[in-house]
C-alpha cells in the first residue's frame, strides 16, 4: 500500500478541528494520511502550541505588511520543504491567492460551520437562526477560487432548538465538525493515495 497523504493543517486560532484531526489518526495510525505540518498566519494562535505539544512541527509567520501573493508564496515553499500533498484548512481566517489556490487545486479541504451552500463568509449560526433554518450543520469541501463554493464531500446537519443563541449553536456544530472533518479528510486521502502513481512510474 503507497504511503499516508501527507497532510498540513492550517489554522489561525484555538485549533480544535486540527486537534481532532491529529486524535482520529492517533487512534487508527492506519488512517490515511498523516498530519506532517500545522501552520499558520498568527504566530500566537493558540492551535501552534497544542499541535507542538503533540509533536507536530509548525511553522508560522505573520501577514502583516505581505501581500497575499508574498505570504502564499513563503507558505507554497514550507509546504513543498515539508513535501505536503494535501491540505485541510481549519479555521484558516485568510483568504488564499488565486495563484496559490490554482496550484494546488483539487488538494486544498475546508471545513464550514453551515451547510453550504446556505450561509457562506462569516456569522453563519446567527444566519442560520435568523432565517428560521431547522437545522444548522457544517460542511467539508473542496477550495476553489470563490470563496466557500467549491463542491461539498461531506455535510452533517445540526438541529435548531428554539432556546438557541448562535454560541449556543456554535457549541453543538463544533462537535459535529469535529466527528466530520476527520472522517471527510481520511475518505479524501484515501482516493488520492489510491490514484497516486507507484515509485518508479513516470509522473
Ligand atoms: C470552526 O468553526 C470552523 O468551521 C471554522 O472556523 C472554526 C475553527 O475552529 N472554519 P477551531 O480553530 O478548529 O477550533
Redesign the pocket.
Given at each position: 500500500m503507497a504511503e499516508q497523504v501527507r497532510v498540513a493543517v492550517l489554522?489561525s486560532?484555538?485549533?480544535?478541528?486540527?486537534l481532532a484531526l491529529s486524535e482520529y489518526k492517533r487512534r487508527d495510525p492506519d488512517r490515511n494520511y498523516e498530519i506532517v505540518l500545522v501552520a499558520s498566519n498568527v504566530p500566537a494562535a493558540r492551535?501552534l502550541v497544542v499541535a507542538k505539544r503533540l509533536g507536530i512541527r509548525t511553522w508560522s509567520k505573520p501577514h502583516q505588511g505581505l501581500s497575499r501573493e508574498a505570504f502564499d508564496a513563503a507558505l507554497d515553499a514550507v509546504l513543498l520543504e515539508h513535501k505536503v500533498e494535501l491540505i485541510a484548512l481549519?479555521?484558516y481566517m485568510r483568504l488564499l491567492s488565486p495563484a496559490f489556490v490554482d496550484k494546488w487545486e483539487g488538494r486544498i479541504l475546508n471545513?464550514?460551520?453551515s451547510l453550504l451552500p446556505l450561509h457562506k463568509g462569516l456569522d453563519t449560526h446567527q444566519r442560520a437562526i435568523m432565517a428560521g433554518d431547522a437545522h444548522g450543520g457544517?460542511s467539508v469541501h473542496l477550495v476553489t477560487a470563490e470563496l466557500d463554493s467549491g463542491p461539498v464531500l461531506a455535510q452533517a446537519q445540526v438541529r435548531i432548538l428554539p432556546r438557541d443563541d448562535p454560541a449556543s449553536l456554535a457549541a453543538r456544530v463544533?462537535e459535529a465538525?469535529h466527528r466530520l472533518y476527520p472522517a471527510a479528510l481520511d475518505a479524501y486521502a484515501a482516493t488520492l493515495r489510491e490514484n497516486r502513481p507507484s515509485v518508479g512510474s513516470s509522473r
Open positions: 489554522i486560532g484555538r485549533g480544535s478541528n486540527m492551535g481549519a479555521g471545513i464550514h460551520p457544517c463544533l465538525e
